[in-house]
């Protein structure tokens, strides 16, 4: 079954602090994996894209890891910031015979910073 | 450069009723999907729209339907609406391709009473 699982499910750290957000799955066949920052009330916007050939991405202060091969990724966020309080969202692409894949979603990270 | 935008915002209806939410995709893409967003959940998979046709689809029933137009805009129907349908529902947009980005609308928030 394709799964994709997130930890912790719920995090709070103080501002100027790193953290760091582990997704698990078992999507097959894999294409891709996705992070997604979604605010209280809006919708997803994506942070990163990794495919199977990459294990590291930035985006500004947030890295992330893939490592296929146990299917784990983590994504960590350097010098947090209040406006970083969000959900993290880790998404898996798994390919289809036809040009479009199909995401599997993760329930998420609830990442606080607190002052 | 307009992004995807989702219409309404916000919207209550009853049990047994009928609604259609509706979402124009960003400039350029031609490819909508639509998801279901419990309150505390990630987003769940409805269906996918290319070429104005349903391609792919997620464990609903069929009182989901769906429906794109010649501009790539597209529709989502829900009838008999049940309880549980209350979610915020998510349309997003993008290219062709297993590793093209999704642009996401901000969403519906459907509350059935």
């Known amino acids: 079954k394709n799964q994709v699982e997130q930890s912790p499910q719920s995090l709070i750290i103080l501002e100027g602090k790193n953290c760091t957000l582990q997704c698990n799955y078992t999507v097959s066949p894999f294409s891709n994996l996705r992070w997604y920052k979604q605010d209280t009330g809006r919708g997803p916007v994506s942070l990163t894209i990794?495919?199977?050939?990459?294990n590291t991405k930035s985006n500004g202060r947030y890295t992330a890891t893939l490592d296929a091969d146990t299917k784990q990724s983590s994504l960590h966020i350097t010098a947090s910031q209040l406006s970083d309080s969000a959900s993290y969202i880790c998404v898996v692409s798994a390919e289809r015979g036809s040009t479009l894949g199909r995401l599997y979603f993760g329930r998420g990270t609830q990442l606080t910073v607190w002052p | 450069d307009a992004g995807v935008t989702q219409s309404p915002t916000h919207l209550i209806k009853t049990r047994g009723q009928q609604v259609t939410l509706r979402c124009s995709p960003k400039s350029g893409h031609d490819t909508v999907s639509w998801y279901q967003q419990a309150l505390g959940q990630g987003p769940q998979f409805i269906f996918q729209?290319?070429?104005?046709?349903?391609?792919q689809r997620g464990n609903f029933p069929d009182r989901f339907s769906g429906h794109q137009f010649p501009n790539y805009s597209s529709e989502l129907n829900v009838n008999a609406l049940l309880l549980g349908d209350s979610a915020l529902y998510l349309c997003?947009?993008?290219?062709?391709?297993?590793?093209?980005?999704?642009?996401f609308g901000d969403g519906t928030r459907l509350s059935i009473l």
């Open positions: 997003a947009s993008s290219l062709r391709g297993f590793n093209q980005p999704q642009h």
């Open positions: 729209y290319y070429e104005e046709e349903e391609r």
């Open positions: 990794m495919t199977f050939s990459e």
